[in-house]
C-alpha cells in the first residue's frame, strides 16, 4: 500500500467553483503536511504547509488536516484559470533526520474560463 | 543565485551510456535533495545532502544511481549504463538547515529520455 493516496484526476472546472483536492495516507508517524503546485515543465512550488490538525487559511486556499482519519484537503476559492495545474501533496516524517518528503501522484487540476 | 539551477533541461540519451546532471541550489541553502518524478507517478525521493554529513542514500533504485556534493554547493548526479526505466524528470531541491519540505525550493528540472 503506497503511504500516500491522492486521485491524479483531471479534474476540470469552471472559473470562479470552489475545489476540493483531497489525499489520505495510512502512516501516523507523519507530521507534516504540504501541499504544492506544479505548472507544466516547471518544478513544484510550496503553497501550504502545516503541521496540526485544522485549517490554515492563505488567500483563497485553506489547507485542512485530520488527523484522526489521516486525511488531508486543499480548498481553493474562486478558482482562476492560473490555478490550472498539478497539485501534489506531501508528508514528511516527524523527526526525519533528511526531512525527506513523501508525495502523492498529483491532481491535475484545469480551470475553465 | 535566485533560484535551483538545473542542467540540461533535457537530455536524450542512449541506452547503456552514462549521463551526468547537474544541480546549482540557492546560495547559503545546505540542504540538497534530488527526487524523481515519473511519467503517473509522485516525486520519488533519491537522496539528501546536509553540510558535511555522509548523504543520506536511501533511495537510489540502483547501484547504477550515484551523486556527489562539491564544496557543499553543486550537485552531479550520475546514471550509469542508462536504462529506459530511468527516462523521468529529475528535480533537485535545496532548503535552509533545519527547514525540511516547508523550506524546499525545487529547480524545474531535467527531462531524460532513454532511447
Known sequence: ?113 | GAGVSQSPSNKVTEKGKDVELRCDPISGHTALYWYRQSLGQGLEFLIYFQGNSAPDKSGLPSDRFSAERTGGSVSTLTIQRTQQEDSAVYLCASSPVGTGGGGYTFGSGTRLTVV
Open chain 1, 1 to 113: 500500500q503506497k503511504e500516500v493516496e491522492q486521485d491524479p484526476g483531471p479534474l476540470s472546472v469552471p472559473e470562479g467553483a470552489i475545489v476540493s483536492l483531497n489525499c489520505t495516507y495510512s502512516n501516523s508517524a507523519f507530521q507534516y503536511f504540504m501541499w504544492y503546485r506544479q505548472y507544466s515543465r516547471k518544478g513544484p512550488e510550496l503553497l501550504m504547509y502545516t503541521y496540526s490538525s485544522g485549517n490554515k487559511e492563505d488567500g483563497r486556499f485553506t489547507a485542512q488536516v485530520d488527523k484522526s482519519s489521516k486525511y488531508i484537503s486543499l480548498f481553493i476559492r474562486d478558482s482562476q484559470p492560473s490555478d490550472s495545474a498539478t497539485y501534489l501533496c506531501a508528508i514528511q516524517y516527524s523527526g526525519a533526520g533528511s526531512y525527506q518528503l513523501t508525495f502523492g501522484k498529483g491532481t491535475k487540476l484545469s480551470v475553465i474560463p
